[in-house]
């Protein structure tokens, strides 16, 4: 069932006129319930797959490089990634993950084996980022790290003794590892068994799949206190042929099901990341609120065999993806980001937020110059995406108890010359949770023109004042930030908001993201 989180009316909205200007006025009333679930943390959690520079040059530049680093990994991204609060962090693919050999990556860096990573461009990489790389980075910034391991070209036992290598307490993996350079087992908590299946990943039918997991999934074993959260390679976009048959074959032998959906409607043609007109950007927005309608469809076939919802739905690919930069490899999937990128970030993780109950993880693609990504960089320069900002003003959000609220939108209605479908695009996307006597509202207005003036009645909740207010915004949607214009795109503190009389007032500009904060 779709739980569009703006849908439930209650609706007070009414247009006048002031001049130019067109103001909408929205009421959203908050129903705070003790039955509201968590939102789980690792919806903010992160993917960096070996693909293009996300991590050779992204995050990693090894230890004799000239750019600052910390046992090889960039100083200026840690900083900036320390910031976001990473949850989780799923490594080495996507479609990688399915090519990769565990071992080509442990032990001296001199003595390991090149590779052709014939999935991204044909780039020859040296295996200097392998195992003990990422669990150190993960360790370093204190994120859970989330494996997706090879079923397409690798065998069980490779699997099995990854996880052996990784986690186990003693025995001869745990003495390779500690000849490597690590005595004490890693923790892993989340284990992918293969990536896209249907696809890149081994070119599956869903029944044969089912049982190649069944199969896989039995041999990883929890070594000493290490407990495994397995998860099946899940269905893309609209395939919920595929999400079926994975519950009906195998949902006793998975903790989480994954789900891909990227806002992009034409492969062939995907679009520039920084020139777009007012339709595309209204499109975009309605393609990537699409989401609403797809995690609602699989969640419903979900819960015919698991009403329980014990099984998890992790969205461990999500973002937009445009045409690669003019001149940049087209393997490497390196483009801009724009505020239009951080609107989309925005409106999927409130609607992520609406689906608490089973979305338990989602990983947006990707970390570091890949795709929407968090950070760019450019030899020793490092800029912070729109999107970075998005994902850092939103982290009180994590593990805080949801709050429903009421409210109808207006819709903004826009044909679009790329297809017949009418997009219906909401003006007015909110959503709010409770953590530690805080709570936190974040809000989106999607208007390119209009203003909107905001009424939020505090009575159900046990806060009057605000903390903090953010907002995010730019003179232009296509604004983005760049090698020597690192701040174009920058939140700024937000002065538009007031408690009066037991009321939050809040006039949110166009095209504007705010975080607010409030407290008793
Ligand atoms: O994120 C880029 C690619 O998109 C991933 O490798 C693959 O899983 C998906 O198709």
């Known amino acids: ?35 509201s679930p968590l939102i789980s943390p690792e919806i903010y959690g992160q993917f960096a797959e070996h693909l293009g520079s996300c991590i050779y040059g992204g995050i990693w530049v ?3 490089s000239d750019i600052p ?21 799923r490594w080495p693919g996507g479609c990688f993950a399915d090519e990769y050999h565990w071992r080509d990556g442990i032990g001296p860096r001199e003595d390991r084996p090149t590779m052709v990573n014939s999935n991204w461009g044909g780039t020859v990489e040296d295996n200097s980022f392998g195992t003990h790389e990422f669990f150190d980075f993960c360790e370093i910034l204190g994120i859970e ?53 249907w696809g890149c990943g081994g070119s599956f039918l869903p029944e044969a799949y089912a049982d190649v997991y069944r199969r896989y999934q039995t041999y990883c074993r929890n070594f000493g206190n290490n407990r495994l959260y397995k998860i099946a390679s899940g269905a893309s976009d609209y395939d919920y042929n595929w999400t079926d048959v994975l519950m009906k074959k195998a949902k006793n032998n998975m903790d989480g099901l994954s789900l891909h959906y ?36 699989h969640a419903d076939i979900m819960d015919k065999y698991d009403p329980e919802k014990r099984v998890g739905l992790l969205v461990d690919e999500w973002g937009t993806w445009w045409d690669v930069e003019p001149g940049t490899n087209p393997g490497h999937l390196y483009q801009q980001n724009t505020m239009r990128d951080a609107m989309v970030a925005a409106l999927t993780l409130n609607v992520f937020h609406g689906y608490a109950d089973r979305v338990r993880m989602a990983n947006i693609a990707q970390l570091a110059n890949v795709l929407q990504s968090m950070v760019l960089t450019n030899g020793p320069e490092m800029v912070v995406t729109p999107t970075y900002h998005v994902f850092r003003m939103y982290t009180p959000h994590q593990n805080g108890k949801l709050i429903p609220l009421n409210f109808n939108s207006p819709y ?43 009424d939020i009645p505090l009575m159900n909740l046990d806060v009057n004042r605000i903390s903090s207010a953010e907002i ?14 690192p701040e174009t795109v920058r939140p700024n503190e937000f002065k538009g908001a007031t408690v009066k009389k037991g009321n939050l007032e809040i006039t949110l500009p166009a095209a504007s993201i705010v975080t607010l904060t409030l407290t008793k």
């Open 1 to 35: 069932m779709k739980k569009s989180i703006s849908l439930i009316s209650f609706v007070i909205v009414s247009l006048f006129f002031c001049s130019n200007a067109k103001t909408v006025k929205v009421e959203i009333t908050p129903q705070p319930s003790e039955v």
């Open 62 to 64: 090894g230890e004799s």
């Open 69 to 89: 680093n910390t046992k090889g990994y960039r100083n200026d991204v840690l900083e900036a990634l320390r910031e976001l609060q990473i949850p989780v962090l």
């Open 145 to 197: 790290p989330y494996l997706s391991a090879n079923v397409g070209s690798g065998t069980v036992e490779e699997m099995a003794k990854w996880v052996e290598y990784i986690t186990a307490p003693d025995g001869p993996m745990a003495k390779e590892r500690e000849k490597n350079g690590r005595k004490e087992p890693w923790k892993l908590k989340y284990l992918g068994v293969g990536n896209e299946s």
């Open 262 to 297: 990227y806002t992009v409607w034409d492969w062939a043609n995907k679009g520039k990341a920084t020139e777009f007109t007012p339709d595309v950007y209204y499109y975009t927005l309605g393609k990537a609120l699409e989401i609403d309608d797809v995690i609602g469809s």
């Open 412 to 454: 903004i209605e826009v044909p679009s010359e790329r297809s017949d479908v009418m997009r219906k695009v909401p003006m007015i996307s909110a959503t709010a949770s409770e953590k530690d006597g805080k709570v936190t509202v974040s809000l989106v207005n999607t208007s390119l023109d209009d203003k909107a003036e905001i």
């Open 472 to 485: 995010l915004t730019s003179p232009n949607i296509s604004d983005f930030n760049d090698f020597g214009h």
